[in-house]
């Protein structure tokens, strides 16, 4: 069975002390963790479900500290591209309404209102125009949290940092006035959070995160098919991920974008997986699926590893740049910190 850089679902498992390729190949050692079996994640999105909404560690301090939460709050996330109908809040929506910010005239129409007539303007050119007004509209944010067991790799683990990511990016949402929900995913969605507001909101949404775990093979094809089923209303959808899945990354993200969603792509990787380990013979044995393969890896394989990697990084920039997706790539080596505040103001969905 030869081997498929392609496809970056495996963990090695030298033969020698040291590994060979990292986790982003998400290998790992034979006698490693067990992880639940697959056929138990409709127990756990139930669980999920079921769990109480407040917990002790369900505030949110117990993800950042107080100096940090003040700083987010001076941020905001951006509409853009979206005509969603809303309540009143501070995103000026790119459809037009009556509010007391001017945006443009139209010609009057049987039934509108007369009160918008310019009067002015008909007295000069005798033509009824409408005053037509931005309208400050509330944003619904949507926050896709990637659970699958890739998720759990690295130092520190995949999914600690995509825990804080959304925690920080639901909370600006939250403290602007948004409304804020979500799921986790793996092979299809799990444990979705409904939309809300405020304070209670606050508390639910880092609940929710802190209760989330690993498990199972990653589908993002099913994940966006289900979240657009389950959330029709248009607004910012934040896609915390590895995208380690070759087969379904593409569709997931042309679906969003079709059905006129506006999509941030925030693209998590551990530092041990862009750069390949030591040489050698290795087992690669896929951490969501089990499979193994063995192989000899030398430099001219390492070489091909490298640039099959930034090839695949390059597909997504490109596909994500094609449909109008703000993309970002970290790894969890960068301070959290200096991401949110610096990193994230780097795409047009967070200022």
């Given amino acids: 069975m030869s081997f ?24 790992r050692r034979h006698g490693g963790r067990k992880f639940p079996a697959a056929n138990n994640e ?3 999105e139930r669980a999920l479900e079921n ?24 941020l905001r996330l951006v509409a853009k591209r979206l005509d969603w109908a809303g ?55 949507y926050l896709l949290v990637d659970t699958s ?11 600690d940092y995509a825990k804080k990511v959304a925690a920080a990016l639901g909370y600006i949402g939250l403290k602007n006035l948004d409304r804020v929900g979500g799921a ?66 593409r569709a997931a993200m042309e679906e969003l974008a079709r059905k006129k969603y506006q999509v941030l792509m925030i693209h998590i990787l551990d530092e041990a997986e862009m750069q390949p380990g030591f040489l050698g013979d290795v087992a690669l044995v896929d951490a969501e699926g089990y499979r193994e393969r063995r192989l000899f890896v030398d430099a001219d394989l390492a070489r091909r590893f490298r640039e099959e990697l930034a090839n695949y990084l390059s597909d997504i920039e ?4 094609s449909h109008g997706i703000d993309y970002l790539r970290t790894t969890t080596r960068v301070p959290f910190d ?14």
């Fill in 51 to 74: 769990a109480p909404l407040e917990t002790g560690n369900s505030k949110p301090e117990s993800f950042f500290d107080a100096d940090f939460l003040k700083k987010l709050e001076r």
């Fill in 184 to 249: 986790a995913f793996a092979s299809s969605l799990q444990a979705p959070l409904k939309l809300g507001r405020g304070r209670t909101q606050i508390l639910r949404l880092f609940g929710f995160l802190n209760r989330l775990s690993c498990i199972g093979p990653t589908d993002l094809r099913a994940t966006a098919h289900k979240f657009t089923t389950l959330f029709p209303h248009r607004g910012l959808v934040v896609v915390v991920s590895d995208l380690f899945d070759p087969a379904g990354w």
């Fill in 4 to 27: 498929e850089f392609r496809i970056p679902s495996f963990r090695i498992k030298p033969k020698s002390v040291r590994r060979l390729l990292g986790s982003v190949l998400r290998l």
């Fill in 318 to 321: 490109s596909v994500c740049a």
């Fill in 87 to 141: 309540g009143k809040g501070e995103h000026a929506a790119a459809r037009k309404g009556f509010s007391l910010e001017f945006s443009d005239y139209r010609r009057y129409q049987r039934g509108d209102d007369l009160r918008y007539v310019d009067w002015n303007v008909y007295r000069r050119l005798v033509r009824l125009l409408l005053q037509v007004f931005t309208a400050e509209e509330d944003m619904n944010i």
């Fill in 149 to 159: 067991r890739s998720m759990a790799e690295g130092k520190p683990p995949k999914i």
């Fill in 338 to 351: 200096e991401f949110v505040l610096k990193s994230l103001r780097q795409v047009g969905s967070v200022t």
């Fill in 42 to 44: 409709n127990g756990t």
